[in-house]
């Protein structure tokens, strides 16, 4: 039997515990597990950065929201994104990433792939044509896409980019955290492998770290899950209990995300303090119907230019209040930032760099009169 998204948020790799009823899963807080035999581990568990049941229930359920065949859970979404290039990639490999890439992936690919021998070209993802110029036959493995995008939120149409990609004999990787699976599920317009910063959406209380792969090739599978431990970067069980008790809720947070950013979006976008709002929800965006097309709704980060300028928006963003400034995203509290000083400072300087004159939303599911008046406040 088949179940909807919220049903399996609930239950899927959650069933009671067998030994005693418990409705939640349990925290399995240790290292190493008792083996019946030499070489005989009970339920395969021997170490928990092998297996661990706390964890394996997290990644069975994210594996069932975004419709794949293998979850994996890491430690961050950046060791996710190590995990899946080191098992993917090699020296001389070539990888297309978007042009407006979060700044923690373009450092990953700058500072540490490429002096592994792994080079990258940023592309602007939302044009397919772009991304096929950017290919290079015979060495390009991976396209890798965030949609939407991380901070100008530009949206990709996925399924071109599967076609583009595929052509050129590489796999399709979709970030997926701005979206949740709640909003969007990319392996069922073709992508091949979906990343996630579990800490974002999915987690959704600002309370614990993670991240994740899922695939619905379980041959790239069973090798992302060799390298998982291989490499070691796994979450520890409290970690994945917190992740999987955020889950439960996800599809009624965003729900209320995307209902208070909607009236955000629109009241920033008539604001004589605001040069240009930045939201696909709005039909000015250029991204508007792709999003329309592939989304459930349209998410709960606006981002939008300040008519002042660069100090007139580090200004907005010092005066808010309810507000918190502050980086990351996804949680039930609204946050804003300075994207070119703060999350994306690594990319000062590339050609990845964001306009000094931008400022991120994350909002939050307060009273949306209550952030109103926050940013009528802040705005000045």
Same mark, same amino acid.
């Given at each position: 039997?088949?179940?909807?998204?919220?049903?399996?948020?609930?239950?899927?790799?959650?069933?009671?515990?067998?030994?005693?009823?418990?409705?939640?899963?349990?925290?399995?807080?240790?290292?190493?597990?008792?083996?019946? %035999?030499?070489?005989?581990?009970?339920?395969?568990?021997?170490?928990?950065?092998?297996?661990?049941?706390?964890?394996?229930?997290?990644?069975?359920?994210?594996?069932? +929201?975004?419709?794949?065949?293998?979850?994996?859970?890491?430690?961050?979404?950046?060791?996710?994104?190590?995990?899946?290039?080191?098992?993917?990639?090699?020296?001389?490999?070539? #990888?297309?990433?978007?042009?407006?890439?979060?700044?923690?992936?373009?450092?990953?690919?700058?500072?540490?792939?490429?002096?592994?021998?792994?080079?990258?070209?940023?592309?602007?993802? =939302?044009?397919?044509?772009?991304?096929?110029?950017?290919?290079?036959?015979?060495?390009?493995?991976?396209?890798?896409?965030?949609?939407?995008?991380?901070?100008?939120?530009?949206?990709?149409?996925?399924?071109? $980019?599967?076609?583009?990609?595929?052509?050129?004999?590489?796999?399709?990787?979709?970030?997926?955290?701005?979206?949740?699976? !709640?909003?969007?599920?990319?392996?069922? $317009?073709?992508?091949?492998?979906?990343?996630?910063?579990?800490?974002? !959406?999915?987690?959704?209380?600002?309370? #614990?770290?993670?991240? %994740?792969?899922?695939?619905?090739?379980?041959?790239?599978?069973?090798?992302?899950?060799? *390298?998982?431990?291989?490499?070691?970067?796994?979450?520890?069980?409290?970690?994945?209990?917190? =992740? +999987?008790?955020?889950?439960?809720? +996800?599809?009624?947070?965003?729900?209320? *995300?995307?209902?208070?950013?909607?009236?955000?979006?629109? !009241?920033?976008?008539?604001?004589?303090?605001?040069?240009?709002?930045?939201?696909?929800?709005?039909?000015? *965006?250029?991204?508007?119907?792709?999003?329309?097309?592939?989304?459930?709704?349209?998410?709960?980060?606006?981002?939008?230019?300040?008519?002042?300028?660069?100090?007139?928006?580090?200004?907005?963003?010092?005066?808010?209040?309810?507000?918190?400034?502050?980086?990351?995203?996804?949680?039930?509290?609204?946050?804003?930032?300075?994207?070119?000083?703060?999350?994306?400072?690594?990319?000062?300087?590339?050609?990845?760099?964001?306009?000094?004159?931008?400022?991120?939303?994350?909002?939050?599911?307060?009273?949306?009169?209550?952030?109103?008046?926050?940013?009528?406040? %802040?705005?000045?």
């Amino acid at each position: 039997m088949s179940h909807g998204f919220e049903t399996l948020a609930i239950h899927a790799g959650q069933d009671p515990e067998a030994r005693t009823g418990a409705v939640i899963p349990p925290i399995y807080q240790t290292s190493t597990y008792a083996q019946d %035999a030499v070489g005989a581990p009970r339920l395969g568990y021997e170490y928990s950065r092998s297996g661990n049941p706390t964890r394996d229930a997290l990644q069975d359920c994210l594996a069932a +929201l975004e419709g794949g065949q293998v979850g994996l859970a890491f430690a961050s979404g950046l060791a996710a994104e190590d995990t899946l290039l080191r098992t993917t990639c090699a020296p001389g490999d070539h #990888v297309v990433i978007p042009d407006d890439a979060y700044g923690g992936t373009y450092r990953l690919f700058a500072r540490v792939m490429q002096r592994w021998g792994v080079e990258f070209t940023p592309a602007k993802v =939302t044009d397919p044509d772009a991304v096929r110029a950017a290919i290079r036959p015979g060495s390009t493995k991976l396209v890798w896409v965030e949609t939407p995008t991380n901070p100008l939120l530009g949206i990709a149409d996925i399924a071109a $980019l599967a076609a583009v990609a595929h052509d050129a004999g590489a796999l399709l990787v979709v970030d997926n955290t701005f979206a949740s699976p !709640y909003l969007q599920q990319p392996i069922a $317009l073709g992508a091949d492998v979906v990343v996630h910063s579990t800490t974002k !959406y999915i987690g959704g209380h600002s309370d #614990v770290v993670g991240g %994740a792969l899922i695939t619905a090739d379980a041959g790239l599978g069973e090798e992302l899950r060799y *390298h998982q431990n291989a490499m070691g970067a796994v979450n520890g069980p409290f970690d994945a209990w917190l =992740t +999987l008790r955020g889950i439960k809720t +996800l599809g009624v947070r965003m729900d209320r *995300h995307c209902d208070n950013a909607e009236r955000l979006a629109a !009241y920033l976008d008539g604001h004589a303090q605001v040069a240009q709002v930045i939201y696909p929800g709005l039909p000015s *965006h250029p991204g508007h119907e792709v999003a329309a097309k592939q989304m459930r709704r349209f998410g709960g980060m606006i981002s939008f230019r300040a008519a002042g300028g660069e100090e007139h928006a580090v200004e907005i963003c010092n005066r808010a209040k309810l507000f918190v400034l502050a980086e990351s995203l996804g949680g039930v509290e609204s946050l804003i930032e300075h994207p070119g000083r703060m999350t994306h400072a690594s990319a000062a300087g590339s050609p990845l760099e964001v306009p000094g004159d931008l400022v991120r939303l994350s909002v939050g599911i307060e009273t949306v009169d209550d952030l109103l008046a926050d940013l009528e406040q %802040a705005l000045g």
